[in-house]
């Protein structure tokens, strides 16, 4: 039986498909640390289960397709606070960020037709984009000025008659970078220059180190048409298994077609809706411990592998990853042998091997994203590994 | 700003559409009586809450994408009670029964490729198609035979070189009609013949009257590689709130690539594949007094209705749902009238116009859908005041 296009060209998950390797390492009895996957263990706020806890409903029955009222409104009141102004109309709720990504690109795009995303980028937009049908043109980013927006006509230079936006990640996955305002200014005037859309996926809002704060597309003058972005609570609630996320756009047009691919699926699951609102309800300082942690993190990863003298990463100003380019030519080969060949005291590390968060062919071999979700000490160790195994990799 | 071409013609819910008006119409005081949504009124098992109250975990991490595999060896247990034997990698579970739709066709089928569904269908096929790019082609069936497939001729007559598969739905929404097992195998033999995918939407299998079984796709020989199944707790377990569902196939190319599309989206909603767990643990005479339950409205209100003399409908043998072909021209406009004009005491029905689950233009326009989710009490009120109303505005 022949398969669709789609389902034989969509792209295994890069992050993902190391894990039956990490699996035969355990059971080998080897301790595995994972650098390799952006799941949190800041613990899931008690409030987020409180509120479900309390809302046992009889029977538990479709809910909204755009959403739980509630939730919207917790969620207007949150982004109050970054002085964004949003109404109901303006938010569909999604099954998770995941869902957000296919929406957006559903509705502005068809099939044949482009999105520019700055490259290395969260590597699966590349499976939404297939199953859109819509092409995905990287602009590459480099290590050396921090995976800025190097310049603005390089951008400009791969607009197209089928291009319809442009996305941004930011802080981004995989490189930790913040875009600044006046990168996104920029962006802004290409945007509506071009009569583009212009997309951010801005889930890891919250987490901006060292004063910088984010700029969200949502602060933008005279954009409201052609801004949408994409949330989540995933990374900032600690709840990624919720699948709580969200569409953001003041293009009414643009939400009328939204939800209708809402109702189609028919609603977002109910009970981490109901989470979701008790941590939406939390004060902004629930954040302050959990950033101030994230920035010790970073600053521990950060002078561990730059001590090593060989391996090249900016301080990353945002999320809790870091791409690092490695002395390696093939950081795929590297990862597996980490998981397979190497250990120390029984112990060895996961990385993401670079090339899966780039589109363009051979891109990203000597790099590796490396995530901070773990505790200090945990940190160190598989730091402490990852330095000393570059070493015996190389002799 | 232009929106993508999916955007502007995904068709709205025809099931949803009227809420707007009915929301109206209980803002003037008047009760509605929903008949109009398969929203099933018996209680969530208690076994699906305690699951899930007993559960909740530190850090409310991602799951794995095809699904947590404890809820998948519950399915097999629960399979294996109907004879049919699935292995774990036969089961990738989905975010509701809407994900499994959309990821089967995504699988078979690319832009412009053809699937064959006998109409009247659930409706929500047609946004998944077109969010897909992927056509419909509807084979019209008759209320004067019970929705039955008339001759297989007619199916084969619609076979082009884009075909890839055939759908059904049995126990069927909106119809309630339950194949016949010769049915299937002579699709089978068709599917076969004809090197073609059979897919069935099995979500109401429970939902079975006057001792009918429901023969499902799985039971087939010789087809385990064109066999795909969507499955849902939804009506299962009366969760629809919930989310979970399944794509069910013994052919592992098609399960490679739901699971990539699987993994694209990550995973899903973890704390009610928690709950399913539990429900899936039930005991098989948990359904016994649901059926019985329905039955017993299912009986109610098709003698209501054929004592009306001006509705042709046939005794539905499944699911929870029946088109019944009304003495009106447009039962599009029927339905908004009996909210905005009609009353007796105060009350009115709301129904499903059935021109939304044809995809032939003008095709049941006479037809509305009912669904008898509801006690038997309100359920009597609700057909009288039916009754009431189609005379009313018949003069």
């Known amino acids: 039986m022949k398969l669709s296009a789609r389902a034989r060209d969509i792209q295994e998950s890069p992050i993902r498909k190391l894990a039956a390797v990490a699996q035969k390492t355990k ?16 613990p899931t706020p008690e409030a987020f289960y409180d509120n479900i806890r309390d809302s046992f409903e009889r029977v538990l029955s479709y809910g909204p397709s755009d959403g739980i009222a509630e939730l919207k409104e917790a969620m ?16 569909v ?65 791969k607009i197209t008659p089928r291009t319809r936006g442009i996305l941004i990640n930011s802080p981004n996955n995989p490189t930790g970078t913040v875009f ?14 071009r009569n583009l859309f212009l997309l951010a996926d801005e889930v890891y809002k ?3 180190y060292d004063g910088e704060t984010h700029y969200s597309l949502l602060q933008l003058k005279e954009m409201e048409d052609r801004v949408i972005v994409m949330d989540s609570i995933s990374k900032r609630y600690s709840s990624c298994g919720a699948r709580v996320g969200a569409v ?23 009970l981490e809706q109901i989470g979701a609102i008790g941590a939406y ?51 795929d080969h590297f990862a ?25 062919p051979g891109a990203g071999k000597q790099e590796v994203r490396i995530a901070y979700v773990l505790d200090t000490t945990k940190l160190s160790k598989a730091c402490g590994i990852l330095v000393e195994a570059l070493r015996a990799y190389n002799r």
Chains 1, 2 share one sequence.
């Open 93 to 157: 709720i999604t099954t998770g960020g995941s869902e957000a990504i296919s929406f957006a690109f559903n509705a502005i795009a068809d099939p044949g037709d482009e999105i520019i995303v700055p490259e290395p980028f969260y590597t699966n937009y590349n499976g939404f984009a297939t199953l859109a049908g819509v092409q995905i043109i990287p602009v590459t980013t480099q290590p050396e000025n921090g995976y800025h927006l190097a310049n603005i006509s390089e951008i400009e230079s």
């Open 27 to 42: 059971s080998r009895g080897v301790g595995v640390y994972h650098l390799n996957i952006g799941q949190p263990d800041i």
């Open 281 to 331: 309800r939390l004060p902004m300082t629930y954040f302050d411990d959990i950033i101030l942690e994230y920035q010790k993190r970073r600053d521990l990863l950060y002078d561990i592998l730059i001590a090593s003298g060989e391996i090249l990463l900016q301080k990353p100003k945002g999320a809790f990853y870091v791409m690092a380019r490695l002395p390696v030519t093939d950081s």
């Open 248 to 270: 953001l756009c003041r293009n009414l047009d643009v939400m009328q077609g939204v939800m209708k691919f809402a109702q189609a699926r028919l609603c977002p699951p109910t």
């Open 76 to 91: 207007i009141s949150y982004f109050r606070n970054y002085g964004i102004s949003l109404s109901k109309e303006n938010i």
């Open 180 to 193: 600044t305002e006046s990168e996104i200014q920029q962006l802004a005037e290409l945007a509506k220059r």
């Open 206 to 208: 919250e987490f901006t």
């Open 336 to 360: 597996r042998w980490l998981l397979e060949e190497f250990q120390i005291d029984n112990e060895t590390v996961m990385v993401s091997p670079g090339a899966g968060f780039y589109s363009t």
